[in-house]
């Protein structure tokens, strides 16, 4: 028999370790890691009401399933706000400044009688995708993130530039406890941070309208918000002798004058501009020719989905109507509450003045409720660290897409950051296809393995890369 020489039997040996060791953490664990946190309902019903056993449950969840992290004499771990997590991971050289990533445990509830084609927090596996709330917002990025560590302690690796993880357990009721918290922490002891990496947008393919390939859009700023009450009170009464108009009515009458006198188109006025100007060369004819005037573009082919159109205005979305107390009784009182997000070329109180001017019904009370300005635009120029490393990042893993700056048009607990940072980016490498925004807080939340596994690696990749001290030169 042919013998092979000593060293190279070594070689293949050290090698086949290796694929395992790979293959265990991005094969094995990754659909179990983020399988077991999904499971676990941590949910945010309203600004006053959460799920903290299932909160208290996914702390030990973490440091069972990450104990290289947990155990780590280099990695600084604090609770913070009671249930959310902030990770130092000290680097060798602290003249580098540090940047921070963020993600949250927290999800909105759901429910299977919605049409669930698996229990919402069963985790089951369904045709290569693991389904479950929390599978893309935004759990896929804590366990992602986390698993990314993990692995790396596992190679014995220690950064030169420090970075923070931030795990917020309140951000799907924006925040108040974690990431407010976390931010007064990090104040407190002076930190600034080069750049800061949350959730947002992602990688989208197959969902903008003649863009030829898959887009992976780098959230640089995020839309503002308004949410308002309107609210009717009329004389109750017996319903055998109703009013010309009940409250229910009036209401009604005001909430679809709201929704029909949509907020003007001001696609262009804001970051979604440069969008589209770094995406123009992957356009197919004819829409190159119609990009030229971006407001003839937009309203043939944006406006057109939920998803693109809130790229166009500020949304107007009807998401509470309350009446009524038995089936003969004239309803003394109707409330509804609308959620706006509010365009980058927009104020809040511009769109408090439009909803007013909309309703225009003494009878309608608007209350305003919450609400803030769009946020400060980050830079996305050739020589900003953050966004052309987080380009970088995505180019490793997915040599295919295209990258381009874009606005979120969700909020994120990224916000609360804004005095730490003046680059803060919203993106986390998932796929994003047709049908999927009735996803996101809708029915059959679901995420690919592979695309799980593909984040994993992300993180990985942009723990390293962003390790340098300065951006790779221009390529020559
Ligand atoms: N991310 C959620 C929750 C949220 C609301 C408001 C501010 C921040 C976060 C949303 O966009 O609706
Ligand atoms: C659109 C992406 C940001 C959404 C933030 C959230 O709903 O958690
Ligand atoms: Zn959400
Ligand atoms: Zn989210």
Redesign the pocket.
Known sequence: MLRYPGWLLGYLWWLLKGCYAVARVFLVDARVLLGVAVKIPTVSFSASEQNTTALKEFDQLLRRVFPKIFSSSLVQHEMVGNYSHLLTVPGSEPDLEPYMLLA?IDV?PADEADGWDAPPFSAQELNGFIYGRGTI??KQSVMGILQALEYLLEQGYTPRRSFYIGLGHD??ISGPQGAVNIVKLLKSRGVKLLYVLD???TIMDGVVDGLIGPGALIGVSEKGQATVKLSVSTPPGHSSMPPRESSIGILASAVTRLEKNRMPNLFGHGPERATFEHLAHKFGWPYRMVMSNLWLFSSLVLEGQPDTNAFVRTTTAVTMFNSGVKINVMPAYAEAFVNFRIHSSQTLQEVLKLIKSTISDERVKVEFVSGFDPLPISSYDEDTFGYQIIKKTVHDIFPEVTVSPGI?????DSRHYTELSPDIY?FAPSWYKPGDSAR??GVNERISIQNYEEIVLFYFQLMQNSDIRNLPGPRT
């Open positions: 949250h909105v917002d935004n951000e799907e959730e947002g947008l979120c048009v969700g909020n994120t919203r996101f807080h």
